[in-house]
């Protein structure tokens, strides 16, 4: 084989090695990827089913139960305009209360319930995350304009 073939086999053989791992990165990063809806949207259907997506709104108030398990908590994430009841497992954070922001991941039920694996309560007074807080906004500039 003339040296030419060799480069030009040397080269076709390095694209496909980095071909291949890009492939697997790009693969890993999609299980990986992990989706903000608000309550809203998940009332519009614009969730995935069967797949882990994060949910953020407010809890409400007075929506919080907790089950004869001990370990069971049930709540409603709402977005002023709608509402998701959610089901969790586990302990939650110090920080999570009635009325205060809250984010949580987990998949949608078929029956609408909301299973969380995972809930995160804001750390102060000040901090909403960014979805979750431009949720509320837009979701109150709607009501506004519908009772107007």
């Known amino acids: ?68 398990d001990g370990v069971t908590v049930r709540f409603i994430v709402t977005d002023t305009a709608k509402s998701v009841p959610v089901e969790f497992r586990g302990s939650l954070p110090d920080l999570f209360r009635e009325g205060r922001g809250v984010v949580a991941q987990g998949k949608l039920g078929a029956d609408g319930t909301f299973r969380a694996d995972e809930v995160l309560a804001k750390h102060d007074e000040k901090y909403m995350p960014p979805e979750a807080k431009a949720a509320v906004d837009q979701a109150q500039k709607a009501a506004k304009t519908v009772i107007q």
Do not use: C, D, Y
């Open 1 to 68: 084989m003339k040296p030419r073939h060799k480069r030009f086999a040397l080269i076709g053989a390095g694209l496909a090695t980095l071909a291949v791992a890009a492939g697997l990165v790009l693969a890993a990063f999609q299980k990986n990827l992990v989706f903000f809806f608000t309550p809203t949207q998940i009332a519009n259907k614009e969730a995935p089913q069967g797949r882990s997506f994060r949910i953020g709104g407010l809890v409400e108030g007075g929506s919080v139960k907790r089950q004869q």
